[in-house]
């Protein structure tokens, strides 16, 4: 019984979240609302703020945009924001995140529909875009879910800030639904409590 509880666990922490058509280009309608600089990478993250696997994504953020010899970059994180709250929703989870990231622009994204519209169906989806828009990276930027450290993804993610070439420009994503709090679904999110 052990065994399979183990292997539950490391099947739920490497199977990838969805992901939606994502764009080779940030579309205007996203851009007016982002307000990318033209002299800079914007770096987008989007995130469920009650997400579990999230803390992971944002050690590894921090990992890579503060390295030494890291570019400066316009970073906003759309936190998924649903209009009709369920009753478990956590007010503060939003606000704890931002504390987080000062650095950021945070941005609550109204039933994730910004993030829907960048491709983006999983918390922890990170995008980076070049000044003139072009898309560098799309995707997640752990090893698995929950899972922090040195690891391909963030290195594709840290070389695409500086416009090196990356082994592949598209990575899954580890995270929980960015929309869990709408699946009609029977079976919980890792962001729903059991």
């Known amino acids: 019984m052990l065994g399979g ?15 939606g058509a994502v764009a080779e280009r940030l579309p205007p309608a996203a851009a007016a609302i982002l307000e990318p600089s033209p002299e800079r990478p914007l770096v987008v993250l989007c995130a469920h703020p009650q997400c ?8 590894e953020l921090r990992r890579v945009l503060e390295a030494p010899d890291a570019p400066a970059v316009d970073l906003r994180v759309l936190t998924y924001a649903p209009t009709s709250p369920p009753a ?7 606000k704890a995140l931002q504390e987080q990231l000062p650095e950021a622009r945070h941005l ?18 990170v995008f980076v875009f070049a000044p003139d828009g072009a898309l560098r990276f799309s995707g997640g ?6 899972h ?3 690891n391909a993804a963030a290195r594709a993610f840290g070389k695409s800030l500086t416009s090196q070439p990356a082994d592949s420009a598209h990575r899954a994503v580890f995270g929980c639904p960015l929309r869990a709090d709408e699946d009609s679904s029977d079976e919980p999110s890792c962001c729903e409590s059991r």
Request: with cysteine; aromatic share 2%; charged share 10%.
């Open 5 to 19: 509880g183990m292997a539950l666990l490391l099947h739920h922490g490497t199977t990838a979240g969805a992901v």
């Open 108 to 125: 609550a994204d109204p039933d994730g529909a910004l993030a829907t519209r960048l491709g983006a169906a999983t918390s922890g989806h």
């Open 148 to 150: 922090a450290g040195d």
């Open 52 to 59: 579990p696997c999230l803390p992971s994504t944002l050690v």
């Open 141 to 146: 930027i752990t090893a698995g879910r929950g």
């Open 88 to 94: 478990e929703w956590d007010p503060q989870a939003a």
